[in-house]
């Protein structure tokens, strides 16, 4: 079956720190890689995505690659800032294993806190 | 205003007490998700529906059951409610490519 396994939080980082989220899965087929925050409160909001090896996916100065030889989709970015604590997940979706888009399949969470 | 809503956002109810949660979308979307968060376990699906003539059974839909009504709203009941079954719950819509839009969650306590 599919999996994703994501690093244990929380983790704490001062402001303008550089940060790496790890981000491993396994899955039967050829998936789609995605990464969602949750800011207190509110719902998952989708980050970033990407539906290939070798893809980079980017929003709000955060970037992950797609990489099919290690099964990896680390988040990073290079300077964070106070406002993106929150919670972030990393997702697949395989919809060429059993024929259906049968929804995400979640890590756990991390939880990012940024200290000023 | 929201592409994906759902009510209440918050309700506590007794054991035994059946409780339907309701999600309604605008974004023009066929297909459409249940899922419950734990602390500590992530999302797990409950239900998706690909149309209003199908419904399918996710990872975890014991305890529960979907209704949906139409394109834009898919409804998940709890028939009888357990103190387990406190929980976040959202609900999502998504593409074809399964990226997926969520609502704003609905934290049920059953007592």
């Known amino acids: 079956g599919n999996s994703v396994t994501q690093m244990e939080g929380p983790v704490t980082l001062s402001e303008e720190a550089f940060l790496t989220i790890n981000c491993t899965y396994t899955?039967?087929?050829?998936?789609?890689l995605f990464w969602y925050v949750q800011y207190p409160g509110e719902g998952l909001q989708l980050l970033l995505k990407?539906?290939?090896?070798?893809d980079k996916g980017s929003n709000k100065g955060f970037e992950a690659t797609y990489r099919k030889e290690t099964t990896s989709f680390h988040l990073e970015k290079g300077s964070v800032q106070v406002s993106d604590s929150a919670v972030y997940f990393c997702?697949?979706?395989?919809?060429?294993?059993?024929?259906?888009?049968?929804?995400?399949?979640f890590g756990k969470g991390t939880h990012l806190i940024i200290q000023p | 205003d929201a592409d994906v809503t759902q009510t209440p956002r918050n309700r506590i109810t007794k054991t035994g007490k059946r409780i339907m949660l309701e999600c309604s979308q605008t974004?023009?979307?066929?297909?459409m998700y249940w899922y419950r968060q734990d602390p500590g376990l992530g999302l797990r699906l409950i239900y998706y529906?690909?149309?209003?003539?199908?419904?399918n059974k996710g990872e975890i839909s014991d305890g529960y059951s979907v209704s949906r009504q139409a394109q834009a709203k898919f409804s998940l009941s709890l028939e009888s409610a357990i103190p387990n079954q406190t929980a976040l719950y959202f609900c999502?819509?998504?593409?074809?490519?399964?990226?997926?839009?969520f609502g704003p969650g609905t934290r049920l306590t059953v007592l």
């Open positions: 999502a819509t998504s593409t074809q490519r399964n990226e997926q839009f």
């Open positions: 899955a039967t087929g050829y998936p789609s």
């Open positions: 990407a539906t290939k090896a070798d």
């Open positions: 997702a697949l979706s395989d919809l060429y294993s059993g024929g259906g888009a049968d929804g995400l399949t």
């Open positions: 974004k023009g979307h066929d297909r």
């Open positions: 529906s690909f149309d209003v003539k199908d419904i």
